[in-house]
């Protein structure tokens, strides 16, 4: 459902638009040089999208101007989808200056979307201050992933200091303390989320400390099973419980594909669900969940 063909004379043709890969440089990288763009990856089968399309277009019209929204089927464009990592429908992300500098998954309220329209209106477009967040979130980011914990949780809380709301470095700071083995600090920060926010960042991290607070402390009779038997699914599960749950990643990941390799349907797909699990802790973008979802396609579809 949109509102687009309701609101002509509201709406101009720019402000409210149908993407597509062919016009994402276009209409999204180029546009939010000027003024905010909030991309909605949706599908006509999606009924979630189907709520959050028509809040997000009231949004963006009663923003008057101050913000864009393109809306990008995933099914007829799946090219910038693929490559932002969309792993559920709807996502949303908004870009600012070229660059993606907030978002959320799912169908969240009306209010929250409100929300979320009226922060990035306030941005403006290439404004000094929004360069410098997004700035800041991308040095976070890389720092992370190159195992710099100490500076991409200065950089977190640098941003954290201009806004106290912004997801993104909220599950940014906490998956540093996550990532220096303070679980407990790291839930302080959580937090500091409302309990309902939506946010790739703040998921993932959500979900690496539910792991953590369920995993196995040890792994020893575990591997002592198993090198009596590799074919002991169940202890080979609750191996990659452990492992995920203090954060080895990959060490989980390879032995949930070791179980779906030998039997991708055992326990009426436990491993499959588990992975996915993993994937969400680990974060969708990490190596781990990039290289297992090569795999696991390989494993299925051999």
């Not at 690496?208 to 002991?232: G, H, I, M, S, V």
């Amino acid at each position: 459902m949109s509102l687009i063909g309701e609101t002509q004379g509201a709406a101009p043709a720019d402000l409210i638009k149908e993407g597509t890969d062919a016009g994402f440089a276009k209409d999204v990288v180029e546009a939010s040089r000027e003024t905010p763009v909030i991309v909605d990856f949706w599908a006509t089968w999606c009924g979630p999208c189907k709520t959050l399309g028509p809040a997000l277009e009231r949004a963006v019209l009663a923003a008057k101007g101050k913000v864009k929204l393109v809306k990008i089927d995933i099914d007829k464009n799946p090219v910038y989808a693929g490559q932002l990592r969309v792993q559920s429908i709807p996502t949303v992300y908004a870009f600012v200056d070229g660059r993606p500098v907030d978002g959320f998954m799912g169908a969240v309220p009306e209010s929250q979307v409100k929300e979320f329209v009226g922060k990035l209106a306030a941005m403006g477009g290439g404004a000094g201050a929004v360069d410098q967040t997004a700035e800041l979130l991308a040095m976070a980011k890389e720092s992370l992933e190159l195992g710099d914990t100490g500076g991409a949780a200065q950089a977190y809380a640098q941003v954290l200091q201009a806004d106290p709301e912004n997801l993104t470095a909220i599950g940014g700071l906490a998956r540093c303390y996550l990532a220096g083995g303070d679980a407990e600090r790291a839930a302080e920060v959580a937090g500091m989320a409302p309990a309902d926010a939506k946010n790739a960042d703040l998921e993932s991290v959500r979900a690496a400390l539910a792991l953590a607070k369920t995993a196995p402390a040890e792994t020893t009779e575990f591997e002592r099973r198993l090198a009596a038997n590799p074919a002991d699914h169940a202890a080979r599960l609750e191996l990659a419980k452990a492992l995920a749950g203090h954060g080895d990643f990959q060490g989980a990941v390879d032995q949930l594909l070791t179980i779906i390799e030998q039997d991708r349907d055992w326990n009426d797909g436990e491993a499959r669900k588990q992975l996915l699990i993993v994937f969400e802790a680990a974060g969708f973008a990490s190596e781990a969940a990039r290289q297992g979802r090569k795999r696991l396609s390989s494993i299925l579809f051999s």
